[in-house]
């Protein structure tokens, strides 16, 4: 069973907050910076809806 990269939680199907496909490095790292192709297969995660919305722009 697949589960929330931050906190570990199992995803379970049928949850209306089941799971949203988060970046590890967020974005606006990119600015000014030698970090590329922040979309590539390494950096998403799944997160829960409370973890993506807290987590914002931040690197964890």
């Known amino acids: 069973m697949a589960k929330i990269f931050f906190i570990g939680t199992s995803i379970k199907s049928g949850n209306e907050d089941l799971a949203y496909v988060d ?14 192709n922040l979309d590539g297969v390494w950096n998403p995660v799944l997160a829960c809806q409370t973890c993506n ?3 914002l722009a931040r690197a964890p």
């Not at 590890?24 to 910076?33: N, S, T």
Request: glycine letters at 6%; zero cysteines.
């Open 53 to 55: 919305r807290s987590k």
């Open 23 to 36: 970046h590890f490095l967020p974005h606006v790292l990119k600015e000014g910076r030698e970090i590329r």
